[in-house]
């Protein structure tokens, strides 16, 4: 079975750190560009980030620009979301995708995905 599974997740206080890491079942990730949403209590999916499968290069949402890091380690087939200084407001279910050229440069669009993981919660609270 194709899936991406991602974890890493928790409750976290603010201004503490996560890493989220997503990884795939059933196939690599060499080839796929792969971006972060996340989904908010009440709130529309949203992206939080993307990254391309050569070069690579990233994109970041401005809410995360500077606290956020996104990186890959084929090797390990993994891609992984580094979250520091985090806030009430990165609370929501965080997910990946997995999608080809077109995936980041549509994001943070909801196109271009091949595949979703089913979610992690990140809960950032006192």
């Known amino acids: 079975q194709l899936q991406l599974v991602e974890s890493g997740g928790g409750l976290v206080q603010p201004g503490g750190s996560l890493r989220l890491s997503c990884t795939a079942s059933?196939?690599?990730?060499?080839?796929?560009?792969i971006a972060w949403f996340r989904q908010a209590p009440g709130k529309e999916r949203e992206g939080v980030s993307c990254?391309?499968?050569?070069?690579?290069?990233?994109n970041y949402a401005d809410s995360v620009k500077g606290r956020f890091t996104i990186s890959r380690d084929n090797a390990k087939n993994m891609v992984y979301l580094q979250m520091n200084s985090l806030e009430a407001e990165d609370t929501g279910v965080y997910y990946c995708a997995a999608g080809g050229i077109r995936l980041c440069v549509l994001w943070p669009l909801l196109a271009g995905m091949d595949y979703w993981g089913k979610g992690i919660l990140v809960t950032v609270s006192s």
């Open positions: 990254i391309t499968s050569s070069g690579p290069s990233t």
């Open positions: 059933g196939f690599t990730l060499d080839d796929y560009a």
